[in-house]
């Protein structure tokens, strides 16, 4: 019990350390609670997701559970901008793909021969982001997804709804408000 304390305790540090260096990148002040990762997992059909992507990873919530609920044939790429943070990951999860640049997903798939994917998790800070930034990087998911494929974004203010509304067939929107600082989830149909 003591040792999870300290692990949790040594993340938080080293996510606050990351928002210090890079705040208009890394975007938050402490990790995704359970309550945030659940709901961004909600509509994940496990046994179809042969290819999943993760934007942000930060200290690695969202790859914990995609690393221990994806099957042996899912590929996992995980991107994540902060070289320590994505270090860290690499560490820990040593059968997963990393990458640094998000909006370099549809070069880094086609350079990894894969054409669509099925699953996209995403915790980058679109508010942080100029809207041209924002639109590169929803385009290039909204290209790599397949048809029926599922965006899941996290964000701490409901602004981006209308530039999903306006790439995505279906968008819905929730509010988890046991999360530090509560949190918009937007789940997102192609």
Same mark, same amino acid.
């Given at each position: 019990?003591?040792?999870?304390?300290?692990?949790?305790?040594?993340?938080?540090? +080293?996510?606050?350390? =990351?928002?210090?260096?890079?705040?208009? #990148?890394?975007?938050?002040?402490?990790?995704?609670?359970?309550?945030?990762?659940?709901?961004?997992?909600?509509?994940?059909?496990?046994?179809?997701?042969?290819?999943?992507?993760?934007?942000? =990873?930060?200290?690695?919530?969202?790859?914990? @559970?995609?690393?221990?609920?994806?099957?042996?044939?899912?590929?996992?790429?995980?991107?994540?901008?902060?070289?320590?943070? +994505? *270090?860290?990951?690499?560490?820990?999860?040593?059968?997963?793909?990393?990458?640094?640049? =998000?909006? &370099?997903?549809?070069?880094? &798939?086609?350079? !990894? !021969?894969?054409?669509?994917?099925?699953?996209?998790?995403? *915790?980058?800070?679109?508010?942080?982001?100029?809207?041209?930034?924002?639109?590169?990087?929803?385009?290039?998911?909204?290209?790599?997804? @397949?048809? *029926?494929?599922?965006?899941?974004?996290?964000?701490?203010?409901?602004? #981006?709804?209308?530039?999903?509304?306006?790439?995505?067939?279906?968008?819905?929107?929730?509010? #988890?408000? &046991?999360?530090?600082?509560?949190?918009?989830?937007?789940?997102?149909?192609?």
């Amino acid at each position: 019990m003591l040792n999870k304390f300290h692990s949790q305790l040594h993340n938080h540090m +080293r996510f606050f350390s =990351a928002f210090l260096k890079y705040p208009r #990148i890394i975007g938050s002040v402490a990790p995704s609670s359970s309550f945030l990762t659940n709901e961004m997992f909600k509509f994940v059909n496990w046994h179809k997701t042969n290819t999943i992507v993760e934007l942000g =990873a930060g200290t690695g919530v969202f790859t914990e @559970r995609i690393n221990t609920c994806k099957s042996s044939q899912c590929t996992a790429m995980i991107f994540e901008f902060d070289n320590h943070l +994505r *270090g860290n990951l690499q560490d820990r999860f040593k059968e997963l793909f990393f990458y640094s640049n =998000a909006k &370099l997903l549809m070069t880094t &798939l086609k350079q !990894n !021969n894969i054409s669509s994917v099925d699953v996209i998790i995403s *915790g980058l800070p679109f508010t942080n982001f100029s809207n041209q930034e924002t639109s590169e990087i929803l385009y290039n998911v909204h290209q790599t997804l @397949r048809s *029926g494929g599922l965006f899941v974004a996290f964000q701490y203010y409901p602004t #981006i709804y209308t530039q999903l509304n306006q790439v995505f067939n279906q968008v819905t929107m929730s509010h #988890i408000k &046991l999360n530090f600082p509560p949190a918009f989830v937007y789940t997102c149909y192609k």
